[in-house]
Nanobody
Framework: QLQASGGGLVQAGGSLRLSCAAS????????MAWFRQAPGKEREFVAG???????MYADSVKGRFTISRDNAKNMVYLQMNSLKLEDTAVYYC???????????????WGQGTEVTVSS
C-alpha cells in the first residue's frame, strides 16, 4: 500500500515536498515513481528512482524536481521547486519492477495528493 501526502496550494515559483509512505510490504527492491494527472489530461510520468538510486525525470520537470528515497523508512519523496502553473495536478506515487516512464510498468499506486499552483 502506498500513501501520498504533502500536496497543497502554492504560488508559482514556490516549493513543495511530496511524501509517499509504503506499507504492507517492503518496496526497497522496487522502482518507485511519481506520476501526475492534470484535469482533462492523461496521467503522465514525472520522476522515477530505482533500487540503487538511479533517477529519471520527465523533461518538463528536469532541474526543478528531485526524487529521493529512504529505504530504511520505506519512504519516497518528490521535492518540487520553481513550481509553475502547469504543474497543477494530482500527484500519484507508484511502485513497480521495471525502470521506465510507462504506467504499465507499475503495479502499485497510491491514492494521489493534489497540488495547485496559483499565479
Amino acid at each position: 500500500q502506498l500513501q501520498a501526502s504533502g500536496g497543497g496550494l502554492v504560488q508559482a515559483g514556490g516549493s513543495l515536498r511530496l511524501s509517499c509512505a509504503a506499507s504492507g510490504r517492503t518496496f526497497n527492491n522496487y522502482v518507485m515513481a511519481w506520476f501526475r494527472q492534470a484535469p482533462g489530461k492523461e496521467r503522465e510520468f514525472v520522476a522515477g528512482i530505482n533500487w540503487s538510486g538511479s533517477r529519471m525525470y520527465a523533461d518538463s520537470v528536469k532541474g526543478r524536481f528531485t526524487i529521493s528515497r529512504d529505504n530504511a523508512k520505506n519512504m519516497v519523496y518528490l521535492q518540487m521547486n520553481s513550481l509553475k502553473l502547469e504543474d497543477t495536478a494530482v500527484y500519484y506515487c507508484a511502485g513497480g519492477s521495471a525502470f521506465g516512464g510507462s504506467r504499465a510498468m507499475y503495479n502499485y499506486w497510491g491514492q494521489g495528493t493534489e497540488v495547485t499552483v496559483s499565479s
